[in-house]
């Protein structure tokens, strides 16, 4: 018995990984099974992919489509379905479809493990602080409420997170610009926003001393843009093929409820959106009320100060780290086309668009915690945010 308490004890980091990816991949599930957002529409591109069409053959709801004659466009990034190609191309996309809430369920679960890879990488050394912030990514910010939901809108948010704790993982890591270029490459062409970290991945690829042997970078940078130039020249490419333009997402052509046309007439990004965004993210508060779960949002954004508190827990980084300098810079550059954005982000939990830059956010805090360990007043804001997040799933079955 005692081997046996041993043998648990030596391997109690990849024990506790397996039980967390497991209970993680439950709750989603349960949280998510019994809710269809009736919005397929990659599993369908998938499809249409294997048939050698990039346009959908029927419409899934009359608003975020590009009509052009018979054929339906598909005005999000396509890596998602690129991926899923694989699993459509034997199931069908209908049976996939069906299955969304387990794929999300496992794809959000993958992100856990991601961001967990992550901090033994930044040298997190206590599997309690490991946990804790792999929680705080995983059931105190709005990917939750995104599993949850699913639907078009939602799928890129958990595959751009995986992506992102990847490249995260080569900067605290190995440092591989080939392979860091290819991870950006596939990130961007699931949220456009992380194209704006490319910088952090380019100087994360700089060898040792670089400042003194300029010329040193070039081999880097040369990494860099070779990995990530296959995802840029398909995604103009996808973008000529079907709107006749390299720069036409297909964004501007969406069809949308009158009060967001509205506000994409100003301008797809404009200073002009950036009130509405930054009291989404900041500001915005639920009503609270006497019965559970103690408060009710209004569907278009809630404060992360609320929603997330554990974050606050990055402001101990140790920003004298040219590393964790550069983290900050990454967050705000990819939150900022984000805040720049038209859409708001509705239906949501939070603020879901900050999810594109908060995985910088959890590596400064693992930054945080591998110097001076986790305090309990952080533990105590994270068992706050997961809280909140019980009575988002709720919200996520109950707002109009």
């Not at 929680?135 to 990917?143: C, D, H, N, P």
């Not at 900067?171 to 926003?193: D, E, K, N, Q, S």
Request: glycine share 10%.
């Amino acid at each position: 018995m005692a081997a046996v308490f041993e043998t648990l004890r030596r391997h109690r980091g990849p024990i506790t990984l397996a039980v967390l990816l497991v209970t993680a991949t439950a709750a989603y599930w349960i949280s998510a099974h019994k809710f269809d957002a009736r919005r397929p529409d990659l599993f369908y591109l998938a499809d249409a992919f294997l048939h050698g069409r990039l346009w959908l053959e029927r419409a899934f709801g009359p608003h975020d489509v590009v009509l052009v004659g018979d054929r339906v466009y598909v005005p999000f990034a396509p890596f998602p379905a690129i991926a899923f190609v694989p699993i459509v191309a034997v199931l069908g996309p209908g049976v996939v479809a069906e299955w969304q809430p387990l794929l999300n369920a496992v794809l959000a679960a993958a992100g856990l493990g991601a961001c967990w890879w992550m901090l033994a990488r930044i040298g997190v050394a206590s599997i309690g602080d490991r946990l804790w912030l792999t929680v705080l990514w995983g059931f105190s910010t709005a990917i939750w409420f995104t599993t949850t939901r699913g639907g078009v809108w939602h799928t890129g948010h958990l595959v751009a997170s995986i992506l992102t704790f990847a490249g995260l993982v080569e900067v605290f890591g190995r440092r591989r610009p080939l392979v860091m270029g290819l991870l950006a490459g596939a990130a961007f062409l699931t949220r456009p926003p992380v194209l704006a970290a490319l910088p952090l991945w380019a100087w994360a690829a700089f060898p040792e001393g670089w400042r003194h042997r300029l010329g040193s970078t070039v081999r880097p940078i040369a990494g860099v843009v070779l990995g990530f130039a296959p995802a840029a020249f398909f995604g103009f490419w996808y973008n000529w093929a079907r709107f006749g333009s390299p720069l036409e997402s297909g964004y501007y052509l969406a069809a949308l409820p009158a009060f967001l046309e509205a506000q994409r007439a100003i301008g797809l990004f404009s200073l002009a959106h950036l009130p509405m965004n930054l009291d989404l993210f900041l500001v915005r508060l639920p009503r609270l009320q006497a019965e559970f779960p103690f408060f009710r949002p209004d569907g278009l954004g809630m404060s992360v100060l609320l929603t997330s508190p554990g974050l606050l827990y990055t402001l101990r980084a140790p920003f004298r780290d040219p590393r964790a300098v550069a983290l900050g810079i990454a967050f705000v550059l990819v939150l900022i086309p984000n805040l720049l954005y038209y859409g708001g982000g509705w239906l949501q939990m939070g603020y879901r668009y900050a999810l594109d830059a908060l995985p910088f956010a959890i590596a400064l805090a693992g930054m945080a915690a591998a110097r001076g360990g986790l305090p309990w007043w952080a533990k105590a804001l994270i068992a706050f945010g997961v809280a909140v997040g019980i009575g988002g799933v709720y919200w996520a079955y109950n707002l109009v």
